[in-house]
């Protein structure tokens, strides 16, 4: 996996997981992803900060009142945590802990709160130059807040109302009737922008739902459910550093299913189907949590161990519970057999290819030897093969 990629967290509090709720029956995957991207990137925060740090600067050094001087603390106050916040978290996300997501969600509307009450300052102060200047900040603010923030359209309503409600306050308070207009335009905008981001976050969430549909589907075996060989490369790729080749612990279970050929012909390819999503089913249960288990086509599937498993007695297990007499619909027992050849992840062989390789010979031997049975592969294993290959009585098999 790549340690690289940036991974946020999910909010915890009540009122982060309000702001940043987008949907019903949405994945977690795809509620990462879109925190994901409202923490940006540095420029793009920039451009914001120096936005509003700015126009409340040059105000203050206008108006040196307590007012002006209030508005720029807390702008220079507020985006600097935010700046911290955000250097910290994608850090963080580079290092799979914590990102601080509440902390920096609440602190995006308290942003927006800032901006606000500039505005409503600067339409007190009777400077109708102060006041143009403060509602453009205002109204740039919004702009950027539905460009980047659409992902979460709550966060997104709560922080327009915030930034640009004041203007309405402030058009009232000014005693000037035609800032009253603004008193139709501020809610029409609200409600339109509101209702914008909702749409594309829609249009978003949809589409991801599709991308990643897509790539479960391009990852797994449709009949069984299980991984396919592109699926079963990529999460031995994905697993953490020394997982899927530590040293002889890592192990590879190849299976042929015996017998599976006789029932599919002579019953059809609906029994035979229904008895390969039976023994997928079966495998997912021996093999254990954190195992990957994958379909290679035909009646060939794969099981990666974790690596404090036994394999062997694994195989043992395998052999055993696949000769059990599986059930399809009409309640017939269909009986076969299974062969596995076994290959260790090790210094020599720690990609998937030459593991594969070692345990299909592994398995031709196996059926060589008999069938329903296993043989482990390599030369540390082979005395021992040798002298504890099981071989179990087939029953109802066909050769």
């Known amino acids: 996996m790549d340690h690289q990629t940036e991974v946020f967290t999910l909010p915890r509090g009540r009122a982060a997981t309000w702001l940043l709720h987008a949907g019903a029956d949405i994945p977690r995957a795809i509620r990462v992803a879109l925190v994901g991207s409202l923490f940006g990137t540095l420029p793009i925060f920039a451009g914001g900060v120096l936005n509003t740090i700015a126009v409340a600067w040059v105000l203050d050094r206008r108006h040196p009142a307590t007012a002006f001087h209030v508005w720029l603390a807390l702008e220079v ?219 290679l086509g035909g009646d060939e599937f794969v099981i990666v161990t974790q690596p404090q498993a036994d394999p062997l007695a694994l195989a043992d297990v395998v052999v055993r519970e696949l000769a059990k007499p599986f059930h399809a619909d009409d309640d017939v027992p269909l009986r076969i057999g299974v062969s596995i050849g076994i290959a260790m992840f090790d210094h020599h062989h720690d990609e998937l290819d030459g593991v594969l390789r070692d345990a299909d010979n592994a398995l031709y031997e196996a059926k060589r030897a008999g069938k329903s049975r296993w043989v482990a592969a390599g030369e540390r294993e082979a005395e021992h093969a040798q002298a504890q290959a099981r071989a179990i009585k087939p029953v109802g098999l066909v050769a």
């Not at 300052?121 to 453009?136: E, H, K, P, R």
């Open 77 to 295: 106050a507020v985006c600097l945590v935010r700046l911290i916040v955000l250097i910290v978290a994608r850090r963080r996300a580079r290092q799979r802990k914590s990102t601080l997501t509440d902390t920096y969600v609440l602190l995006a509307p308290l942003w927006g709160a800032t901006v606000g009450y500039g505005a409503l300052v600067s339409v007190l102060s009777g400077d109708w130059i102060a006041a143009t200047l403060s509602f453009l900040s205002a109204a740039a603010m919004v702009g950027g807040i539905c460009f980047r923030n659409f992902g979460a359209p709550r966060l997104v309503a709560v922080m327009i109302f915030l930034s640009l409600g004041p203007c309405c306050l402030g058009a009232v308070l000014a005693g000037e009737p035609t800032l009253w207009l603004t008193l139709l335009q501020i809610p029409f905008y609200l409600f339109a922008m509101s209702a914008a981001a909702f749409r594309l976050n829609g249009m978003l969430v949809s589409t991801m739902k599709a991308e990643q549909e897509n790539d479960r589907r391009a990852r797994h075996d449709e009949l069984t459910g299980l991984l396919n060989r592109a699926g079963l490369f990529q999460a031995v790729r994905s697993r953490a550093p020394g997982h899927a080749c530590d040293s002889a612990r890592t192990a590879l279970l190849y299976l042929d299913l015996d017998g599976f050929k006789a029932i599919n012909d002579a019953q059809g390819h609906e029994i035979g189907d229904t008895l390969l999503a039976l023994v997928a089913r079966r495998l997912r249960h021996l093999s254990g949590e954190g195992s990957l288990v994958a379909r």
